[in-house]
């Protein structure tokens, strides 16, 4: 009974800001790593952000812009993103699995077991 819904895509000018927003689904008493990935036509799914055991990890063309948060009260993981470019216009995916990972093992997409539908974030200029 595990589920993850994204909200809060959409268009966005360049140098903006967005929030996105997963409202998870997720088992009791589990510990679970929950993340961000996005893909563009044609290419594959790409790591953004993570957060697991109360530390967050960023792909390195999003830190300083963009903000991984956890809100366990209502059940749910965010992405604040900031000064936003023309290459960040892609498909944006709320992952989960139980456990956790490090710096490296939570840009390996093969680890997230539950995935969201997407929601699509378009960056104009």
């Known amino acids: 009974q595990v589920s993850l819904v994204e909200s809060g895509g959409g268009l966005v000018q360049a140098g903006g800001s967005q929030n996105l927003s997963c409202a998870a689904s997720?088992?009791?008493?589990?510990?679970?790593?929950l993340g961000w990935f996005r893909q563009i036509p044609g290419k594959e799914r790409e790591f953004v952000a993570a957060i697991s055991r109360g530390t967050s990890y960023y792909a390195d063309s999003v830190k300083g812009r963009f903000t991984i948060s956890r809100d366990d009260t209502r059940n749910s993981v965010s992405l604040q993103m900031n000064d936003m470019k023309h290459e960040d216009t892609a498909v944006y995916y709320c992952a989960s699995f139980e456990g956790y990972c490090t710096t490296v093992g939570c840009r390996d997409r093969r680890l997230y077991r539950y995935w969201g539908q997407g929601t699509q974030v378009t960056v104009s200029s």
């Open positions: 997720l088992r009791t008493n589990r510990p679970y790593t």
